[in-house]
């Protein structure tokens, strides 16, 4: 079985910094694109950034030079440093990982999600 598991959500006030982190655990053979998500109160899931396996970025242009996506391919972790948040900001942040298990299957894999809650 494969596992994601986020940290580093919590409350902050509007201008601070968080720091969430993903760990994938489990039956792993490779690692491909990685990504976050969020979902804010009644609205639709959306991408934040992503990352593929080599390093490649993009964002969504609401965190454009706010956020920052990086990866540590050797402790299976995706890592998004906020900065400047806003109260638009809030919501639970999920990520995802497109994962090549041990039989050689190829999945998407979602973690439980981490809430962030800015206040003005």
């Known amino acids: 079985q494969v596992r994601l598991v986020e940290s580093g959500g919590g409350l902050v006030q509007a201008g601070d910094s968080l720091r969430l982190s993903c760990a994938a655990s489990?039956?792993?053979?490779?690692?491909?694109?990685m990504g976050w998500y969020r979902q804010a109160p009644g609205k639709q899931r959306e991408l934040v950034a992503r990352i593929t396996s080599d390093g490649r970025t993009n964002y969504a242009d609401s965190v454009e030079g706010r956020f920052t996506i990086s990866r540590d391919n050797a402790k299976n972790t995706v890592y998004l440093q906020m900065n400047s948040l806003k109260p638009e900001d809030t919501a639970v942040y999920y990520c995802n990982s497109n994962i090549r298990i041990a039989d050689g299957t190829q999945r998407l894999f979602w973690g439980q999600g981490t809430l962030v809650t800015v206040s003005s």
């Open positions: 489990g039956s792993i053979s490779s690692i491909n694109a």
